[in-house]
């Protein structure tokens, strides 16, 4: 049993499309990341939460910490959108992390 | 700029022929950590360090040593190498704050073969 779930494990989009990708966990925790991982293999973290809603630019991030659940959403997703996203949660203690499968992102114009 | 460096980008080795990759950041972080990542197994961390000279064991740590003499370098140890330890390794850098791992910066990679 993996303690993070994400999913989908795939998307495709158009461009232009709002993006959800969800995130559930089953250890209770103090913090959630989520990372983006480039094409060219390059990691890029997003997002730290441990309550509510996180926004950058385009990217939004929640949680819901009594649910063990976040989600990441992308608005007017763009080709340039198109990367895996990963989400780590702290495991047994605050300071040692473990990593969602990954949901690989393609947006075509 | 701020940034965390590897070195080599590229590796290919033979097995039990020890190898260092070093990882070192220049954001005075406390916190550092190394992983791997594998096809269908996603990042897995290996080692981690709170501060220098405090290191503790992440999820997969058989094969590896490291060590944090200094707060800005913790080189990934591969004392003897073998075809299961060939992967692709990260290390990253962040704050912590108020005892939790802060946004982490990542290194480029290293890509490791082992023959």
């Known amino acids: 049993k993996n303690e993070v779930e994400q999913s989908p494990q795939n998307l495709t989009a158009q461009e232009g499309e709002f993006i959800t990708i969800n995130c559930s966990y089953s250890v209770g925790i103090s913090a959630l990341h989520w990372l983006q991982q480039h094409p060219g293999g390059g990691i890029v973290s997003l997002f730290m939460l441990s309550s509510g809603k996180k926004k950058h630019g385009r990217l939004i991030a929640t949680i819901n910490i009594q649910e063990k659940h976040s989600s990441l959403h992308i608005t007017a997703s763009h080709p340039r959108d198109s990367a895996v996203y990963i989400c780590a949660v702290p495991f047994w203690g605050p300071d040692k992390l473990i990593f969602g499968t990954g949901t690989r992102l393609q947006v075509f114009p | 700029e701020a940034q965390v460096t590897q070195n080599p980008r590229y590796l290919i080795t033979v097995t039990g022929k020890k190898l260092t990759v070093t990882c070192s950041q220049n954001m005075n972080h406390e916190y550092m950590s190394w992983y791997r990542q594998d096809p269908g197994l996603g990042l897995r961390q290996i080692y981690y360090?709170?501060?220098?000279?405090?290191?503790d064991k992440g999820d997969v740590p058989e094969g590896y040593k490291v060590s944090r003499k200094e707060k800005r370098n913790f080189p990934l140890i591969l004392e003897s190498p073998s075809p299961n330890q060939t992967s692709l390794y990260f290390c990253?850098?962040?704050?912590?704050?108020?005892?939790?791992?802060?946004?982490?910066?990542f290194g480029p990679g290293t890509r490791l073969t082992v023959l």
């Open positions: 360090s709170m501060n220098v000279e405090v290191t």
């Open positions: 990253a850098s962040s704050f912590m704050s108020s005892g939790i791992i802060d946004e982490q910066f």
